[in-house]
């Protein structure tokens, strides 16, 4: 079973996008998993924003990755204002990172060194086991904190 370059272990995270079939892509790449479906979310109640009435047109299209111990979940913004679109106009995809635990974090990092992501800190956990935060940014909005062992 390919498992892809980062693997199966993290807890619940979403990530804001501005191309949710372009990141779908590269992430199914990444986790070693079939691309998931992209939905329109629906509203069941009114919502608000910033104290003012949700319009009807705002909402947000999502595709979700269900991993052995978490769910990541892309949104890209449609419509008018929001606060997936606020997000996204201040910075452009967002989450600060999201960290993996893989069984062995410097053939991870230099995997994902060569297919172009930096990996911008590197070192020893208090375990002894290497960790590093990868730099992908620039097409995916999120560093990849990898950690080598348990967590």
Known sequence: MNTGTLGPRLGHIGIVVADIEAATRTYA???GLDVPEIRLSVRAAPRTYRGE???P???VRVARFNLE???VELMEP???PSVWREVLDAGGPAVHHLGFV????GATLAELEGRGYEAIHTGTRPNGRPMGYVDAR???GVLFEVL???A
Do not use: K, W
Request: proline share 12%.
């Open 102 to 105: 893989v069984p062995d974090a």
């Open 78 to 80: 449609v419509g008018g």
């Open 148 to 150: 080598g062992g348990d």
């Open 29 to 31: 790449q990444l986790f």
């Open 53 to 55: 009435p949700l319009p």
């Open 57 to 59: 047109e705002t909402t």
């Open 69 to 71: 111990n978490v769910e």
């Open 138 to 140: 620039g097409d995916l």
